[in-house]
């Protein structure tokens, strides 16, 4: 799917981690209500409601992320989902708009997992507050595959 961006700047991260099982043991995971578990900041987001029990292509998350000022909601939505290599998805409220992308592909007895984090800030506190998240994006998705990894590891 092409990424339009209703103007901004387009801030990247890319990271990626090898994990020590098959992809169809991690891609589970990858889905929004599931992601909630190792994705996102300290506090994690909880989910509201979702338009289906089963993850696929234009399902919807409402989930509320609380942060500093309050509670912040973000809606979710599946552009690409194909199981076991491939989960995208487009995030969005009054302050950004993103889409993270999320590749798994097989290395021998392990699983090589790439995130592609891509981010607009939107409106003003949004503007204001692009500068701490895109210093923070790249330390961010590295975290959040260390945790996905000690989640499927155990480790």
Not at 101 to 114: D, G, H, I, M, P
Request: proline share 6%.
């Amino acid at each position: 799917h092409a990424i339009r961006w209703k103007g901004g700047v387009v801030q990247r991260a890319v990271a990626s981690i090898s994990i020590q099982c098959p992809p169809e043991a991690i891609f589970g995971l990858l889905a929004p209500d599931q992601m909630v578990q190792w994705y996102g900041l300290e506090e994690k987001p909880r989910v509201q409601r979702a338009s289906s029990e089963t993850p696929g292509v234009g399902v919807r998350y409402a989930l509320v992320q609380r942060m500093m000022w309050g509670e912040v909601p973000i809606e979710v939505e599946i552009l690409d989902y194909e199981p076991p290599a491939l989960v995208r998805s487009r995030a969005s409220n009054d302050h950004f708009e993103g889409v993270l992308t999320v590749v798994l592909k097989s290395e021998n007895s392990a699983t090589r997992v790439q995130m592609t984090e891509e981010f607009t800030a939107r409106g003003g506190l949004g503007k204001l507050l692009e500068p701490l998240f895109a210093q923070q994006a790249q330390a961010r998705a590295e975290q959040a595959l260390q945790r996905l990894k000690q989640l499927v590891e155990g480790a």
